[in-house]
């Protein structure tokens, strides 16, 4: 390199070093727009529909519930299943337990909010989804970058089976149960400040694990294997915290062709790393509209899946690597018994023995 080239190259950094006007964004704030998310299955309900408005990040104090809105579902023959708001400001809204859908029908959302705008989802057609043929697991275990510690676990996988058909979709989404004894976690009264004890349950009580987040995004399509079988599709990773069994239900979708579309769309704008390559983020639009004014952008989906729906009970003895223990706060301390805590029923708790438990 010449004396000349070098001479530019360093003038070239000194400038992108101390010539550069740091760049002020402008702020603008986004109009407040729907969020949706519901489904219906032709499993035993109830099915639960939840109702948020978007925010961005100048009006972190919104209330972003809808709360106070007018839901229901309504099949292609024009019966109509209205939906209770689950407690007050919750924007959760829940079916009967009695209700379920039914294959071959389509299903539609209709909701008005309290401010009387008026929403509909396109339909949905409830396809049967093909049985699960398997369910089995593998362990492995592998160090952590940074720390001594190690991440162990099994890896459940389903096996299942293609129908000749083309055109076929598919979700898996999981929920674990894990029985537990103590309720809730606070201060004695009259205690060293600071200290927390565990009180128990006053009857059998499991908590409620779903998956969440890209772990409930698990999609795929029959576009490559058509008729053929489906083998080692990964559901989830069960921590190995403990020898105790590990239950947790499988479901099997069937989504339609725009179901699939839209959580396809999720999964890459969730997974993009923000490279040069990478899309822009944009918000994902679904089927659901605003029939108060056709312009207003709604987001999120409202489905209708034929499911298969199995459980399995992991047996995670036997295995010679020492488990990941998760800390827990000490014992009552001596003297009377605690009080019990009682076990609510919620999306996280409940003292309902799930349908398969056998021990």
């Given at each position: 390199?010449?004396?000349?080239k070098?001479?530019?190259?360093l003038?070239?950094?000194s400038c992108?070093?101390?010539c550069?006007?740091?760049y002020?964004?402008?702020v603008?704030?986004i109009p407040?727009?729907?969020v949706?998310e519901?489904?219906?299955t032709d499993?035993p309900?109830?099915?639960s529909?939840n109702?948020?408005y978007t ?7 919104l209330?972003l ?5 007018q839901?229901a579902?309504?099949d ?7 939906l ?25 959302l209709?909701?008005t909010?309290a401010?009387?705008?008026r929403y509909?989802s396109?339909p949905?057609?409830?396809k ?10 593998e ?6 970058p940074?720390t ?8 459940i996988y389903v096996?299942t089976?293609d129908?000749?058909t083309?055109?076929?979709?598919y ?9 537990i004894s103590?309720c ?10 600071g200290v ?5 349950c ?6 409620i ?5 890209n772990a409930?995004?698990?999609v795929?399509t ?6 053929r079988a489906?083998s ?8 190995y915290e403990s ?13 339609s ?5 839209f959580?396809?769309?999720v999964?890459?704008?969730t ?11 944009a918000g994902?639009?679904?089927?659901v509209v605003c ?6 952008p709604?987001?999120?989906f409202?489905?209708?899946?034929g499911?298969s729906l199995v459980?399995?009970?992991?047996n ?5 690597s020492?488990?990941?223990i998760?800390?827990?706060p000490p ?10 805590t009682v076990?609510?029923?919620s999306?996280y708790r409940?003292p ?7 021990y």
């Amino acid at each position: 390199m010449t004396f000349y080239k070098v001479l530019f190259v360093l003038l070239l950094s000194s400038c992108l070093l101390t010539c550069v006007t740091p760049y002020q964004p402008e702020v603008k704030s986004i109009p407040r727009a729907v969020v949706v998310e519901g489904l219906i299955t032709d499993q035993p309900g109830p099915y639960s529909v939840n109702l948020t408005y978007t925010s961005d990040y100048t009006n972190v104090a919104l209330n972003l519930r809808v709360s106070g809105a007018q839901v229901a579902i309504v099949d292609d023959q024009g019966r109509r299943q209205s939906l209770r708001e689950l407690g007050t400001g919750s924007g959760i809204y829940q079916t009967p337990a009695d209700y379920r859908g039914q294959t071959g029908r389509t299903y539609r959302l209709e909701f008005t909010t309290a401010d009387g705008k008026r929403y509909q989802s396109k339909p949905e057609l409830l396809k049967a989804a093909p049985k699960i043929d398997s369910i089995y697991a593998e362990y492995s275990e592998s160090p952590i970058p940074g720390t001594l510690a190690f991440d162990k676990g099994f890896n459940i996988y389903v096996d299942t089976r293609d129908p000749a058909t083309t055109g076929d979709y598919y979700r898996w989404r999981w929920t674990h149960y894990e029985p537990i004894s103590i309720c809730s976690i606070r201060q004695v009264p009259n205690s060293n400040p600071g200290v927390e004890y565990s009180y128990p349950c006053c009857s059998e009580c499991w908590d409620i694990v779903r998956c969440y987040g890209n772990a409930c995004i698990n999609v795929a399509t029959d576009a490559l294997i058509n008729g053929r079988a489906i083998s080692r599709q990964l559901i989830l990773r069960a921590p190995y915290e403990s020898t105790s069994k590990y239950y947790v239900e499988i479901e099997q979708q069937t989504l339609s062709r725009e179901a699939y579309n839209f959580w396809s769309r999720v999964d890459k704008l969730t997974n993009s790393n923000g490279g040069i390559f990478d899309a822009a983020p944009a918000g994902i639009q679904g089927n659901v509209v605003c029939v108060s004014n056709p312009d207003e952008p709604v987001y999120g989906f409202f489905g209708a899946s034929g499911a298969s729906l199995v459980p399995y009970t992991l047996n995670r003895g036997g295995i010679s690597s020492t488990p990941n223990i998760r800390p827990t706060p000490p014992p009552f301390p001596p003297g009377p018994p605690p009080p019990c805590t009682v076990c609510e029923e919620s999306q996280y708790r409940t003292p309902t023995k799930p349908r398969w438990w056998v021990y």
